[in-house]
């Protein structure tokens, strides 16, 4: 399944909050003892989820979003995806330079972290009776059946058509041919946005690498693929086009995956030894050299702002 219509995936200054009730503290307590009760402030707490997220995915890459758990990417992916509430949402995403309108909406397909499937079910039965509820009353039953058939031969599916998806009780199929079933899902309706919510979760390096492979096949279609991926090998990383690495709600990357080292150590930062970028980024995102980063991003502020006014002074053609 090619895609017909693509997509190019804007994002700018993507901010997100949330608002929480807090336990009345001891103070709040000592205030009601004296008559006066606890106010608004006291109880309630505004939480920063994303703070001026911005990025780009284009047709025919794969944009990854790195960061350890709590980071923001669900989140994220939530917003871009339109699956956030509008109440404490800020920022702007645009799809063709354009507010996402139903149409695109409809050509956006989204893979959550847990596969919702019925586990007594064989693959070729979820996808063939998917078809027939998710797609067009103006398609026959037969040609239903060919885009879900279709969609299992796209997604290598072909050898377990016949198992179980089963669970826990029950033995059925992989842990990532479910993965690719659950994306095989969201296929039948021939996305020209796919959006994958930690799609390797719970696989093996080998599992997770053919997943990747089989979503770099799907952008060399045409589609816009944006995942998010918790820790991923370095055969895994070099399959990305684009990374936006996140940390606490911020970012702290955004660019090509395959020039994230040489802009770190081009700022005076590199690992002491060789390792996988993936967890070159991961150990920034945790904090383990935030210190020795923020020291040396206000020392480039501070040279910058100098070099500028001495260039001011020096040039006598400058307005003053």
């Known amino acids: 399944m090619s895609s017909s219509y693509p997509i190019t995936l804007k994002f700018m200054d993507v901010g997100y909050r949330v ?3 807090n336990k009345i503290n001891r103070e709040s307590n000592i205030k009601k003892i004296f008559g006066h009760g606890p106010t608004i402030s006291d109880q309630i707490q505004e939480r920063t989820v994303l703070n001026g997220i911005t990025g780009m995915a284009s047709p025919g890459e794969i944009l990854a979003i790195l960061g350890p758990s709590g980071s923001g990417k669900s989140t994220l992916l939530n917003a871009l995806a339109g699956r956030t509430l509008a109440n404490g949402f800020t920022g702007t995403v645009l799809t063709n330079n354009r507010k996402p309108a139903k149409q695109i909406m409809k050509r956006t397909g989204f893979v959550s ?7 007594h079910l064989t693959v070729r039965e979820t ?11 103006s398609l ?5 059946t060919l885009v879900a058939e279709s969609a299992i031969s796209e997604l290598g599916l072909t050898k ?17 041919e479910r993965k690719r079933v659950s994306i095989a899902h969201e296929m039948l309706i021939n996305p020209s946005l796919l959006i994958l919510d930690e799609p390797t979760s719970g696989l093996d390096a080998t599992a997770a690498y053919r997943l990747v492979l089989t979503l770099g096949s799907l952008a060399q279609k045409g589609k816009t693929i944006v995942t998010s991926m918790h820790q991923p090998s370095s055969r895994v990383y070099q399959m990305f086009d684009s990374v936006l690495v ?3 709600g911020a970012c702290l990357y955004f660019g090509k995956g395959s020039q ?13 030894f060789p390792m996988n970028p993936a967890d070159f980024l991961l150990d920034l995102a945790n904090g383990a050299y935030a210190l020795i980063f923020c ?3 206000a020392l480039i502020s501070l040279f910058s702002d100098s070099v500028e006014l001495t260039s001011h002074d020096q040039n006598p053609f400058m307005s003053r």
């Open 160 to 176: 377990c058509e016949n198992t179980i998806i089963g669970n826990g009780f029950t033995r059925g199929i992989s842990g990532g």
């Open 246 to 248: 996140l940390s606490e």
């Open 260 to 272: 994230a080292m040489a802009y770190f150590e081009s700022v005076g930062y590199s690992p002491s």
């Open 140 to 144: 026959s039953k037969q040609e239903k």
């Open 19 to 21: 608002k929480f009730e």
């Open 295 to 297: 020291l040396i991003c």
């Open 113 to 119: 972290q847990d596969d919702i499937l019925y586990p």
């Open 127 to 137: 996808l063939v009776f998917c078809s027939l509820l998710r797609l067009p009353k």
